[in-house]
């Protein structure tokens, strides 16, 4: 039996947008920070990390100053990823609006005194530049990254 009709197969599901893909490694490394954070030996003075405030010395990869609550951010942040991942539309929110928060974030720590009880995150140097790296890298990659493909139809 012959018809002129195209035969229509099944096409694998797209592999991903950009957009997602830029969202997947936001998420893995937001993971991966959050996990690494409670492990002592990646968390250089783990045993004086403290729930909050600058008064925790803890520094994760020697470097960056970390709390138990900046560590749960972290991970929430890698949680919110994951749930949004499968959707472009959430990958794009994801990164432009937690770039947001990140850059708000950035603007704080250079404003706020190291030292003084509003620093209750904790926030060091490398901290915020990280911090304005991240919202940079964030807000970039859901405006850039977003741009919807066009197909022949």
Same mark, same amino acid.
């Given at each position: 039996?012959?018809?002129?009709?195209?035969?229509?197969?099944?096409?694998?599901?797209?592999?991903?947008?950009? &957009?997602?893909?830029?969202?997947? =490694? #936001?998420?893995? /490394? !937001?993971?991966? *920070? %959050?996990? @690494?954070?409670?492990?002592?030996? +990646?968390?250089?003075?783990?045993?004086?990390?403290?729930?909050?405030?600058?008064?925790?010395?803890?520094?994760?990869?020697?470097?960056?100053? &970390?709390?138990?609550?900046?560590? =749960? #951010?972290?991970? /929430? !942040?890698?949680? *919110? %990823?994951? @749930?949004?991942?499968?959707?472009? +539309?959430?990958?794009?929110?994801?990164?432009?609006?937690?770039?947001?928060?990140?850059?708000?974030?950035?603007?704080?720590?250079?404003?706020?005194?190291?030292?003084?009880?509003?620093?209750?995150?904790? /926030?060091?140097?490398?901290?915020?530049? @990280?911090?304005?790296?991240?919202?940079?890298?964030?807000?970039?990659?859901?405006?850039?990254?977003?741009?919807?493909?066009?197909?022949?139809?």
């Amino acid at each position: 039996m012959s018809t002129d009709e195209p035969v229509v197969r099944d096409v694998p599901a797209e592999r991903g947008r950009p &957009v997602q893909w830029a969202a997947l =490694i #936001v998420t893995i /490394l !937001f993971l991966a *920070a %959050g996990v @690494l954070g409670f492990i002592p030996g +990646a968390t250089s003075n783990y045993m004086s990390m403290r729930f909050a405030g600058h008064h925790s010395t803890a520094l994760l990869l020697g470097l960056f100053q &970390v709390s138990i609550l900046h560590n =749960i #951010v972290h991970l /929430l !942040f890698g949680i *919110a %990823g994951a @749930l949004v991942r499968r959707s472009p +539309a959430g990958c794009f929110h994801y990164l432009l609006w937690g770039g947001i928060v990140y850059a708000a974030l950035w603007l704080y720590g250079l404003f706020i005194n190291a030292e003084s009880g509003a620093n209750f995150v904790p /926030l060091n140097t490398p901290d915020n530049w @990280l911090h304005f790296g991240l919202a940079v890298v964030m807000i970039v990659s859901a405006l850039v990254l977003n741009r919807r493909r066009f197909t022949d139809r």
